[in-house]
C-alpha cells in the first residue's frame, strides 16, 4: 500500500493550495480518508475527512469554511483544497486511510508533505 501526497510548498497568507493523495495498493473507495497536520513541537490533528463513497465529511473548527476534502475514486485520489490560509496552518500534511473490520481500523499513512505560510 502506498499513499502519497503531493502539493504541499510556501504560499503567502490568503493564498490557497490543494494537496493531493494518490492511493496504490489497496480498494479505495472501501477506505474512509482523512487529512492529519503536525506542527513543529505539536500533536498530530485531524484536519478533514470524508467517507468512503464520499456521502459525509467533518472538519476541525479551525479550518471550516475554508478547506474542503473531496476525493474521486476512480482515480483512487483524495484532495485538500485549501484557501484562506493562516500562518497557523504552516504544518506537515498527512493523507490516512481507514477501513475498519470487525471493530477494527486499519490505518495507512502517507510520508506527509510541508505547507509554509509565510510572508
Known amino acids: 500500500v502506498q499513499l502519497v501526497e503531493s502539493g504541499g510548498g510556501l504560499v503567502q497568507p490568503g493564498g490557497s493550495l490543494r494537496l493531493s493523495c494518490a492511493a496504490s495498493?489497496?480498494?479505495?473507495?472501501?477506505?474512509?480518508m482523512s487529512w492529519y497536520r503536525q506542527a513543529a513541537g505539536k500533536e498530530r490533528e485531524l484536519v478533514a475527512a470524508?467517507?468512503?463513497?464520499?456521502?459525509?465529511?467533518n472538519y476541525a473548527d479551525s479550518v471550516k469554511g475554508r478547506f474542503t476534502i473531496s476525493r474521486d475514486n476512480a482515480k483512487a485520489t483524495s484532495y485538500l483544497q485549501m484557501n484562506s490560509l493562516k500562518p497557523e496552518d504552516t504544518a506537515v500534511y498527512y493523507c490516512?486511510?481507514?477501513?475498519?473490520?470487525?471493530?477494527?481500523?486499519?490505518?495507512?499513512w502517507g510520508q506527509g508533505t510541508q505547507v509554509t505560510v509565510s510572508s
Open positions: 490516512n486511510a481507514r477501513r475498519w473490520r470487525f471493530g477494527v481500523p486499519y490505518d495507512y
Open positions: 495498493g489497496l480498494t479505495f473507495s472501501s477506505y474512509d
Open positions: 470524508i467517507t468512503s463513497a464520499g456521502g459525509s465529511t
